[in-house]
């Protein structure tokens, strides 16, 4: 009772913030004014995310589902994906924290919460121009020279199918085009801030386009590191995407490719107890007191080919990808002075994967539209992992994995009459995992991943003496297994088009996320396993509506769902911090979303989203044999109860020379937990950004000046709690403070 009447208050005081935020910028509204920005915000968004042969507008799409265009993703000054994720209803978008780029999201409760190890497949899938992702690497990356982002929330397992248990983001790129098309982009901003990006598209003969962008960005440290007395947390980025495109009279083809490379300080950890006692109030600042900054290097490429042929009533789609990523990387992981856990060089991923899909999609008569298609997936990946525990031991290990995987489905809408259409679809999936598997410390290891302790070595020497000697190409995997799963995801829809401008709409969805086996095995325990571990499956229940009032100027969303998981997959730890990948838990989560977009007048518009989430275990034999308390006595891990946001965004002439931009926004997200036990409590926290945006009248020059976490929120959004192992510590990940800086745009 005394948790729920604190939670009232915070919503409370979150709300009284939410009317302020929306009451300083309207106080400046002038009905005289022209609208600017405020017209792209309430633009018809369209998507693409039932691959259907057309683009559908995101009010028509039975679906709950965020949808970003790129003016409002420039708007907003978002940085990467975490920062879309704060403006989504029950969306929790945020990196790991551990590895710099490891994606750790969480839709509707769900998502792979804490884990950082590679063979964990994603709950909430993400999808580039066709192409699905198939690890957490790699993911949290700069966004720039995108065309849209869309957040599917709940399962999507018949036209995804695996690993979208939670949700899926699908991301669009930039096209070339036949209109020349011209950008550059300078930016400055505190901490050292840099940035400059460029794109030219255009026409290369009658037939075929082509298109490059590119962006260079760089930051110093974030953070304070008491320790080396140094800032921490420097960053520096680049990314290549050329492209060329052939059309003609029913047929094109593209060729899209991405070249990236990413590097800096290794992950921010800030340690705030140890040794049985508090060091200090871990919201007071933003400080780390690490003793190693270690490093991170990541390197990756994209090859995309994408075909559409106008054929019957329809179009024949295939899209071809190859992605290869290596990322090396290091992090001092107990964060505090001395030397107790720490990835160190000889740690990362090498993965490379190919995937191939081709689908149909069109009209059958009058009264069917059916998708259809066939998926391959093939990856194969290596994780290398050196960990140097308490100054005494190096251990070592390494693990492959092949993994193919092969789907058929179909998805149809049938109009029943001419206001009801009822969605059938399923999905057959089969895949296959080949596991190599390398013991952490394997005791009985030779050659590159033999266990060294330094109390054995000559006097004085140290882990970094031993750097210049890593090799762990001959390591042994003692653990071979193979594994194949097969699984069938169907949907069921009813859409109910209530008239021209509201439907209504209920679904059952089924989704699963992949088996597999764990590449971080650490157990000595003969009788322990680092797999297989069973598919997760989820049965979904949604009902929503959506609808646009008052002319257009007023759109609402909202959504009601209900998701009962079984094999609930979870990366625990015991008591000696021995993590351990498990069919853990059953359970149900439920919940409600809204969405507004709001034309105040012609030069005011206000965006508004809320989430709230019931994450509940029905079984949770892990933590019920480790603490002795019911499962129903826990929270899910990364899973807010609330989360809202707001937005306003004011418009002003300026005579003849152009238009003034007004944006503030707010968001406010509850506290949560960062493990299964729940001792590592994550405190709500509130984020207000603000930008104000000069665009010329002839549309050449755009030039803004904006604020992220303007109150300097000190939060978190992981933290580890190995307090009863020999480590010792309960630590937190740091996220960025106040950052804020200017960037002028010019358009040719």
């Known amino acids: 009772m005394k948790q729920q009447k604190q939670n009232l208050a915070s919503s409370h005081s979150h709300f009284k913030k939410t009317l302020l935020a929306t009451a300083l910028i309207s106080s400046a509204q002038s009905p005289a004014l022209m609208a600017n920005s405020v017209g792209a915000i309430m633009e018809e968004v369209t998507i693409t995310a039932r691959k259907k042969s057309a683009a559908e507008n995101v009010q028509d799409v039975p679906i709950?589902?965020?949808?970003?265009?790129?003016?409002?993703?420039?708007?907003?000054?978002a940085v990467t994906l975490t920062d879309i994720g704060v403006s989504t209803p029950n969306a929790n978008l945020a990196p790991i924290g551990t590895i710099p780029g490891v994606a750790n999201f969480v839709i509707r409760g769900m998502g792979t919460v804490g884990a950082s190890i590679p063979s964990q497949d994603p709950a909430v899938g993400v999808v580039v121009d066709g192409m699905a992702y198939g690890t957490i690497y790699g993911v949290v990356t700069d966004l720039f020279d995108l065309e849209s982002i869309e957040v599917l929330r709940g399962p999507q397992g018949t036209l995804f199918g695996r690993n979208v248990?939670?949700?899926a983001l699908n991301l669009r790129t930039k096209r070339p085009t036949d209109e020349f098309e011209a950008k550059i982009r300078a930016g400055?901003?505190?901490?050292?801030?840099?940035?400059?990006?460029?794109?030219?598209?255009?026409?290369?003969?009658?037939?075929?386009?082509?298109?490059?962008?590119?962006?260079?960005?760089?930051?110093?440290?974030?953070?304070?590191?008491?320790?080396?007395?140094?800032?921490?947390?420097e960053a520096e980025s680049t990314v290549v995407r050329p492209a060329i495109s052939y059309n003609s009279e029913g047929f094109d083809i593209s060729l899209l490719t991405e070249f990236g490379s990413m590097e800096g300080d290794g992950a921010g950890v800030r340690t705030y107890w140890a040794d049985g006692e508090q060091l200090f109030n871990?919201?007071?600042?933003?400080f780390t007191l690490q003793n190693k900054t270690e490093s991170s290097d990541l390197d990756w490429y994209n090859v995309i080919v994408e075909a559409n042929w106008d054929l019957w009533d329809g179009t024949l789609t295939a899209v071809l990808g190859y992605r290869d990523l290596e990322q090396s990387f290091g992090s001092d992981l107990d964060g505090y002075t001395t030397d107790r856990f720490r990835w160190a060089q000889g740690t990362g991923l090498v993965q490379d994967q190919s995937s191939l899909e081709v689908r149909w999609a069109g009209q059958f008569g009058e009264s069917v539209s059916l998708t259809a298609g066939l998926h391959l997936f093939d990856q194969e990946y290596t994780y290398s992992e050196r960990r140097l525990l308490l100054n005494i031991l190096d251990r070592r290990g390494r693990s492959t994995i092949e993994h193919n995987t092969a789907g058929l489905f179909a998805q149809a809408d049938i109009n029943m009459t001419d206001d009801i259409v009822?969605?059938?679809?399923?999905?057959?999936?089969?895949e296959t995992k080949d596991a190599a598997i390398g013991i952490i410390g394997?005791?009985?290891?030779?050659?590159?991943?033999?266990?060294?302790?330094?109390?054995?070595?000559?006097?004085?020497?140290?882990?970094?003496?031993?750097?210049?000697?890593?090799n762990m190409v001959d390591c042994q995997q003692p653990f071979q297994d193979k594994e194949t799963w097969s699984n069938f995801t169907p949907k069921l829809g009813l859409n109910w088009d209530i008239n021209e401008d509201t439907i209504a709409y209920a679904s059952f969805t089924r989704g699963f996320r992949s088996g597999g086996y764990n590449v971080r095995f650490t157990s000595f325990n003969p009788l322990a396993s680092p797999g297989p571990y069973n598919e997760e499956v989820v049965d979904a229940l949604e009902a929503g509506f959506k609808t646009t009032l008052f002319d257009k100027r007023l759109r609402i969303n909202g959504a009601v769902f209900r998701n009962a998981y079984d094999d609930l997959q979870r990366t625990v730890l015991d008591a000696a911090g021995t993590q351990a990948t498990l069919n853990a838990a059953t359970a149900t989560v439920r919940g409600v979303e809204l969405e507004t977009v709001w034309l105040l007048s012609e030069n005011l518009v206000v965006e508004a989203a809320a989430g709230w989430t019931d994450a509940a275990y029905d079984e949770f034999q892990h933590v019920e044999n480790l603490t002795g308390k019911p499962a129903s006595a826990f929270n899910f891990v990364m899973s807010p109860e609330f989360n809202s946001s707001i937005?306003?965004?004011?418009?002003?002439?300026?005579?003849?020379?152009?238009?003034?931009?007004?944006?503030l926004s707010y968001a406010f997200v509850n506290d949560t937990?960062?493990?299964?036990?729940?001792?590592?409590?994550?405190?709500?926290?509130?984020?207000?950004?603000?930008?104000?945006?000069?665009?010329?009248?002839?549309?050449n020059i755009r030039l803004s000046l904006f604020g992220r976490n303007l109150k300097d929120e000190v939060y978190y959004a992981f933290g580890t709690d190995f307090s009863t192992s020999s480590l010792a510590v309960k630590s937190n990940w740091l996220t960025p403070p106040r950052t804020y800086g200017v960037q002028f745009t010019y358009s040719f």
């Not at 037939?207 to 304070?224: A, F, P, Q, R």
């Not at 871990?282 to 933003?286: G, I, L, T």
């Not at 009985?444 to 890593?470: E, K």
Request: proline share 3%.
């Open 647 to 663: 937005a306003t965004t004011y418009s002003m002439d300026i005579d003849d020379l152009g238009s003034l931009d007004f944006r």
């Open 282 to 286: 871990p919201y007071a600042d933003n």
């Open 188 to 233: 400055l901003g505190n901490y050292e801030t840099r940035e400059l990006s460029a794109l030219v598209r255009g026409p290369l003969t009658e037939n075929i386009n082509g298109k490059i962008s590119v962006l260079y960005k760089e930051h110093g440290g974030y953070w304070d590191n008491l320790t080396l007395n140094r800032k921490h947390g």
């Open 673 to 699: 937990f960062a493990n299964d036990t729940n001792t590592a409590p994550l405190s709500q926290y509130e984020l207000w950004d603000a930008s104000v945006t000069f665009h010329d009248n002839a549309g």
């Open 165 to 167: 248990t939670g949700g």
């Open 442 to 470: 394997d005791p009985n290891a030779t050659g590159g991943c033999a266990t060294i302790d330094l109390r054995q070595q000559p006097a004085g020497t140290s882990f970094d003496d031993l750097d210049a000697g890593v």
């Open 64 to 77: 709950a589902i965020s949808a970003f265009s790129d003016e409002k993703i420039e708007a907003t000054h």
């Open 422 to 430: 009822v969605t059938l679809g399923g999905r057959f999936t089969r």
